[in-house]
């Protein structure tokens, strides 16, 4: 289902009052070549790879094997690498059985290739998954009406901070776009550069979150998913004003935004190099467990009252190859991942800032969490992310205009311009 328009009532219903939810990382091994067999265990292909999540993943697979209705074997790949090489992975004539991705219009996207299997049976003969809210069923059904995704846990995108660094500095959560830039003034009199940013090295696609954020503050979460499913330009003038605004803030951006993936923004964040950081709440697998209870988050500031409130909230999950020759084995992990145990396993063995989609399945409990899921709640409107609301083939034309516009901000109208070009070749395809 290409661009969902989920509503927070209508999304909360769906992920459940109970859950919270996990992301899932990895690193891959290499599969042999030939036709996939029958037999054998069902490979599960994991983009987890930062060491709490690869943890949690294997906890999670040791603990289905012990189950004795089969077996699964984990490969995890470090998560930049998965992300460029999923297409070869789908399209190989061997693939790997099953994969932790996105739901939404990006599945579809590869379910329109007829690359994903049909998991109606899955939702259909799992107690669990009958059991999901409507808003996830929605969002794990493809265009063609049939279900390609298993959903596992979601989380939400904040502006992070960590709580001694706000005290040592005499800081305190804006409300206000007004007081968000007082806060970025403040911060930069004390020599601290304000935002951190992580959009270097191979993570260019988070600063796609800037562009979400002031996009959906500025326009509207409709409007912002019609831009991605290719229903307004990116040179029109709504978007010139995302542009104008990001301009406001870009003085207090580290210098080093670009040449820093996030993992590293994370380090500086903790560090006290950088006060506070537009990310998702993954960003919690590559920081020591010994920080997570100083870490604090507050919402990307309003800009325009009238515009409903949203809130980035992606869910992740699972979806398998229709080349696989293991469909029973795939049919069997799926429903099992979709249990509440396998989502608390995963939950306990992470950094635990995620909520679970199975509405029985318990999350972390902590301060943290609670007010990530008030957070969410408290949105009007749910989005995804750059990617998950479009393809993850438009992903590269947001990540070369977005780099161009940090590096030379002044050139916006022919960023836009050659944006709305790439952007259309890849809708005509």
Known sequence: MANPQTSRRRFLAGLGAAGTAALLSGCVTSTSSGKTSSKG????????????????????????????????????????????????????????????WYPGSVADAYAK?????????????????????????????????????VPNTYYWW?????????AKWGVSE?????????LCDKLKSKGVAPIGLGAGGNTPWVASAWFDYLDIRINGAQYHRELLAGKHRFDDPEVRKVFDRWQEVLPYFDPNGTALAFQDATTALLGG???????????????PKSALDDIDFFR??????????????????????????????????????????????????????????????????TALVKKGRA????????????????????????????????????QIGSILTDWQRDAQKIWNA
């Open 41 to 100: 265990p069902a490979t599960l292909q994991s983009n987890l790879s930062a060491p709490q999540a690869k943890a949690a993943m294997e906890d999670l697979v040791a603990a289905y094997g012990k189950k004795g209705s089969g077996k699964a074997s984990l490969n995890t790949v470090a998560a930049e690498t998965f992300r460029t090489q999923l297409p070869t992975y789908l399209t190989s004539a061997n693939p790997p059985d099953v994969y932790t």
């Open 113 to 149: 290739k007829n690359l994903l299997l049909d998991l109606d049976e899955v939702w259909s003969s799992s107690p669990d998954l009958k059991r999901y809210t409507k808003a996830l069923n929605s969002l794990c059904t493809a265009s063609s009406g049939k279900k390609v995704f």
């Open 158 to 166: 904040g502006m992070f901070y960590r709580k001694s660094n706000f």
């Open 174 to 182: 804006p409300k206000s776009w007004d007081e968000f830039l007082s």
């Open 273 to 287: 190099k950088t006060g506070m950081m537009l990310i998702g709440t993954f960003f919690a697998d590559s920081a």
């Open 300 to 365: 990307f500031p309003v800009i325009d009252a009238k515009i409903p409130l949203a809130e980035e909230a992606p869910v992740d999950g699972y979806f398998a190859s229709a080349r696989t020759g293991r469909r029973d084995q795939v049919f069997d992990l799926l429903k099992y991942l979709s249990t509440a145990e396998a989502q608390e396993i995963y939950i306990k063995g992470s950094s635990g800032t995620v909520l679970p989609c199975n509405p029985d399945a318990k999350d972390a409990s």
């Open 375 to 410: 957070h969410v709640a408290e949105a009007a409107e749910i989005t995804q992310f750059f990617n998950r609301d479009s393809s993850d083939a438009l992903q590269p034309t947001a990540d070369t205009a977005l780099t161009k516009f940090l590096a030379k901000p002044k």
